[in-house]
């Protein structure tokens, strides 16, 4: 009868371990590099490319009684580039922006085109009047109040 060796062996370092071990450090270095330096990309860090995370803006969304209230961040986003519309109680924003820089210097020619593009739709928590929304845009913060249709108002409810 044969009998197996149960102890661990150098070899285990290199076989299936090795590949969680490689993935984990990955994944290290990836919110690694994103938390410090967000403007490097490698090939293995394209996930933490900053249009990877912009491409939905950030929102503040709250329930009033009789309104709904939205704040949106669209750093960098012209007033003309910004698309804003409702329907069947959903909420669209889209932006797009691109940039065209181009650097001489000498025998050195760089030219990089940059473009972003924004999108979010957000179901609303209740039936709306899309006639009386108020949309402001200013210094890359939008901002809308949402007036509530009547018998979707927040009523107070007596206790007894």
């Known amino acids: 009868m ?3 060796n149960l102890t661990k062996s150098s070899n285990d370092d290199h076989g299936y371990m090795t590949a969680f071990r490689n993935l984990e450090h990955k994944i ?6 994103f938390w410090h330096h967000p403007a490097e990309q490698t090939e293995d860090t ?3 490319s900053p249009l990877f995370f912009d ?3 950030r929102m503040d969304i709250v329930d009033r009684d009789k309104e709904i209230y939205v704040k949106a961040e669209l750093p960098g986003i012209a007033k003309k580039d910004l698309d804003v519309s409702i329907s069947n109680n959903y909420l669209f924003i889209k932006a797009k922006t691109s940039k065209d820089e181009e650097v001489e210097d000498g025998n050195y020619v760089r030219r990089e ?3 972003s593009e924004y999108y979010r739709s957000i179901a609303l928590p209740s039936n709306v009047e899309a006639n009386n929304i108020k949309c402001e845009f200013k210094d890359g913060m939008l901002e809308l109040t949402i007036p509530k249709t009547e018998d979707a108002y927040r009523q107070k409810i007596e206790i007894k």
């Open 28 to 33: 290290e270095n990836m919110f690694s590099q």
């Open 2 to 4: 044969q009998s197996r």
């Open 113 to 115: 085109t940059r473009s």
């Open 55 to 57: 491409a939905s803006p």
């Open 46 to 48: 394209a996930i933490t």
